[in-house]
Nanobody, 126 residues
Framework: QLQLVESGGGLVHPGESLRLSCAAS????????ILWFRQAPGKEREGISC????????AYADSVKGRFTVSRNDAKNTVYLQMNSLKPEDTAAYYC???????????????????WGQGTQVTVSS
């Protein structure tokens, strides 16, 4: 059974950076499409970035394009989300999720993923 654990969240000022980690156990991450999504209080879940299984192609929501970068370290079985130029509107709980269908292409819809982590809180405030 694939298990995901996020870490790296915290409280930062606008313009600062954070790097989130999604560590996996139970399966190799490179055979799963991985999604980062977030949810702010009172708002719907928003898929923000994903990385394909295998070739590692990536996709981003317009809200984070150019500021966030997703990457994967196969040796550490971990996916990262580097978040730069953070804004107050980036405040949310951030989750990583994995598709149970192996060797799939990633999509930005959280409903297409079956394994979720517990989340890590990111707060951007002056």
């Amino acid at each position: 059974q694939l298990q995901l654990v996020e870490s790296g969240g915290g409280l930062v000022h606008p313009g600062e950076s954070l790097r989130l980690s999604c560590a996996a156990s139970g399966s190799a991450l490179d055979i799963h499409a991985i999604l980062w999504f977030r949810q702010a209080p009172g708002k719907e879940r928003e898929g923000i970035s994903c990385i394909n299984s295998g070739n590692g192609d990536t996709a981003y929501a317009d809200s984070v394009k150019g500021r966030f970068t997703v990457s994967r370290n196969d040796a550490k079985n971990t996916v990262y989300l580097q978040m730069n130029s953070l804004k107050p509107e980036d405040t949310a709980a951030y989750y990583c999720a994995a598709d149970s269908m192996l060797f799939s292409f990633c999509v930005l819809s959280p409903d297409d993923y079956d394994y979720w982590g517990q989340g890590t809180q990111v707060t951007v405030s002056s």
